[in-house]
């Protein structure tokens, strides 16, 4: 018997030179605690933010990072304007956001796309169909 493939995205010993940087926006801290864990041992570096304040100061203090994962309820209307930043900086631009969604609900859906959201991903999802959401954007 064969033991299980293990699928990574990159060494987990990769230098922070060249390690992908994922910025998390999520309020739930045992799910931002696990995708946090997940991506790290698979080589990224995450930056996990749950404040909308706090996130607004961080973000105007870092360089883009290669992904964005943002829960959906930060997709609502008096915290849009964590998504008006991303779009009104143009280093910022051309970073993929990945919503993260626990039900389908399709005008959330429409909603996140016309605010730029690049794709989504419903919870509970598997860890490969979270490598193969980041593997198809960055």
């Given amino acids: 018997m064969h033991a299980p493939h293990s699928r990574t995205c990159m060494d987990a010993d990769a230098s922070a ?3 992908r940087r994922i910025l ?3 309020q739930d801290e045992y799910l931002a605690s696990l995708l946090d864990m997940l991506l790290h ?3 990224f570096e995450i930056v996990a933010l749950s404040s909308d304040d706090h996130a607004r100061t961080v973000i105007h203090g870092m360089t883009p990072p290669d992904l ?3 829960d959906c309820s930060w997709i609502s209307q008096d915290r849009i ?4 930043d991303f779009a009104q900086r143009i280093e910022w631009q051309r970073v993929p956001l990945i919503m993260l969604m626990s039900y389908y609900d399709a005008e959330k859906i429409e909603q996140a796309m ?3 959201i690049s794709d989504y991903l419903l919870q509970p999802f598997e860890p490969g169909e979270l490598l193969d959401v980041i593997q198809r954007y960055i």
């Fill in 24 to 26: 998390l926006l999520e």
């Fill in 41 to 43: 041992r698979e080589g």
């Fill in 17 to 19: 030179r060249t390690r």
């Fill in 68 to 70: 964005i994962f943002i």
């Fill in 81 to 84: 304007d964590v998504l008006a």
């Fill in 114 to 116: 016309n605010l730029g």
